[in-house]
T-cell receptor, first 114, second 112 residues
Framework: DAGVTQSPTHLIKTRGQHVTLRCSPISGHKSVSWYQQVLGQGPQFIFQYYEKEERGRGNFPDRFSARQFPNYSSELNVNALLLGDSALYLC?????????????FGEGSRLTVL | GNSVTQMEGPVTLSEEAFLTINCTYTATGYPSLFWYVQYPGEGLQLLLKATKADDKGSNKGFEATYRKETTSFHLEKGSVQVSDSAVYFCALQGTGGFKTIFGAGTRLFVKA
């Protein structure tokens, strides 16, 4: 079975632009979470979606938004990009939405903002 | 709020050396604890976990014991290999919670 897939793998944007990152979870997984990993740091929680509803949001500005589709895939959108948004964006899927234990991660989308 | 603190790296060891990476946590209730590993060029993957006090998680020769009295979950391996070179992240998930909180990561280099 395919693991978590993310696209694009790398992208370069300029300040003020908008970006959309995409994630397909493992088949059968209903929960998708998004994390931001800045170089040299651990992943920071951005959002979790379960059954197409937002279940949790981390300490990120409103420029960050996400949604989950009926097939459980997900998009992360970031508006008005800042230099500090440069990071590896990780998507993780899990079977359920709460107290589920293991997260299965994709390889990430590396965003560079110039 | 919940948090995880792990020892700073990098940690450099010779092959067959003993490894300890310290991890302590702050949390209310009874969180689940995890170690994730990120090998070069690969995504994060679960190494081991423990869901209640005194549980020992183990995998690939690595072990960690959930110590509630010391709020710790230290990672150990008796004999490291070059292939263990990676970044290791300690993490916790709060009781009934929806998010996993990660430490900053510890990079391990193992020399032949």
């Amino acid at each position: 079975d395919a693991g978590v897939t993310q696209s694009p793998t790398h992208l370069i944007k300029t300040r003020g632009q908008h970006v959309t990152l995409r994630c397909s979870p493992i088949s059968g997984h209903k929960s998708v979470s998004w994390y931001q990993q800045v170089l040299g740091q651990g992943p920071q929680f951005i959002f979790q979606y379960y059954e197409k509803e937002e279940r949790g949001r981390g300490n990120f500005p409103d420029r960050f938004s996400a949604r989950q589709f009926p097939n459980y895939s997900s998009e992360l959108n970031v508006n008005a990009l800042l230099l500090g948004d440069s990071a590896l964006y990780l998507c993780a899927s899990s079977l359920e939405g709460k107290g589920t234990g293991e997260l299965f991660f994709g390889e990430g989308s590396r965003l560079t903002v110039l | 709020g919940n948090s995880v603190t792990q020892m700073e790296g990098p940690v450099t060891l010779s092959e067959e050396a003993f490894l300890t990476i310290n991890c302590t946590y702050t949390a209310t209730g009874y969180p689940s604890l995890f170690w994730y590993v990120q090998y070069p060029g690969e995504g994060l993957q679960l190494l081991l976990k423990a869901t209640k006090a005194d549980d020992k998680g183990s995998n690939k020769g690595f072990e960690a014991t959930y110590r509630k009295e010391t709020t710790s979950f230290h990672l150990e391996k008796g004999s490291v290999q070059v292939s263990d070179s990676a970044v290791y992240f300690c993490a916790l998930q709060g009781t009934g919670g929806f998010k996993t909180i990660f430490g900053a990561g510890t990079r391990l280099f193992v020399k032949a």
